[in-house]
């Protein structure tokens, strides 16, 4: 198993924004293209603060 940090592996942002929405969404049903694009933009925009760390394994 190798374990990354997403900001240095982007190319899963969307999978990540995808199960975090599958995993903890109150209303699944309700917008959820547009609410796993927000999801999106958060992390993204979180990578610029020191303390973020999003991690992911393979």
């Known amino acids: 198993m190798q374990i990354y940090?997403?900001?240095n592996k982007l190319e899963y942002l969307d999978e990540v924004a995808?199960?975090?929405?599958d995993e903890w969404a109150d209303n699944?049903?309700?917008n959820r293209?547009?609410?796993i694009e927000r999801k999106?933009?958060?992390i993204y925009n979180a990578f610029n603060?020191?303390?973020f760390c999003k991690l992911i394994s393979r």
Do not use: H, I, P
């Open 49 to 51: 603060d020191e303390f």
């Open 40 to 42: 999106k933009e958060k």
């Open 18 to 21: 995808k199960l975090e929405y």
């Open 5 to 7: 940090n997403l900001k």
């Open 28 to 30: 699944k049903e309700e």
């Open 33 to 35: 293209k547009c609410r």
